[in-house]
Nanobody, 122 residues
């Protein structure tokens, strides 16, 4: 399974971006899919995830600003990010969970994309 994340770029604070993650196979439809991010010099952190039935779970910093959705027919997951802040600057990764329901730990995710850089200027 290969994951291809796209949609990153440079945006001003307060702006929006939509990240897309496409899987090479439809194995993703039976499992949760998650988004993580890693800022320079920091550990990778959980952003949010969507389980196989569409239920979502977000990190506190993402609640109210970020929305995850998925299209199982296209084996694709999306991360809509609004009201972006400079502290949201990071490489964003998508991942397929090892099970239909997952939490926030990286070990719960089996396949990872290569990441897409999001830079938010002040």
């Amino acid at each position: 399974v290969q994951l291809q994340a796209s949609g990153g770029g440079l945006v001003q604070a307060g702006g929006s971006l939509r990240l897309t993650c496409a899987a090479s196979k439809r194995t993703s439809s039976n499992n949760a899919m998650g988004w993580f991010r890693q800022a320079p010099g920091k550990e990778r952190e959980f952003v949010g995830r969507i389980n196989w039935s569409g239920g979502t779970y977000y990190a506190d910093f993402a609640k109210g600003r970020f929305t995850i959705s998925r299209d199982n027919a296209k084996a694709t997951v999306y991360l809509q990010m609004n009201s972006l802040k400079p502290e949201d600057t990071a490489v964003y990764y998508c991942a397929i969970g090892a099970r239909p329901y997952t939490g926030r730990e990286t070990v719960e995710y089996r396949y990872w994309g290569q990441g897409t850089l999001v830079t938010v200027s002040s």
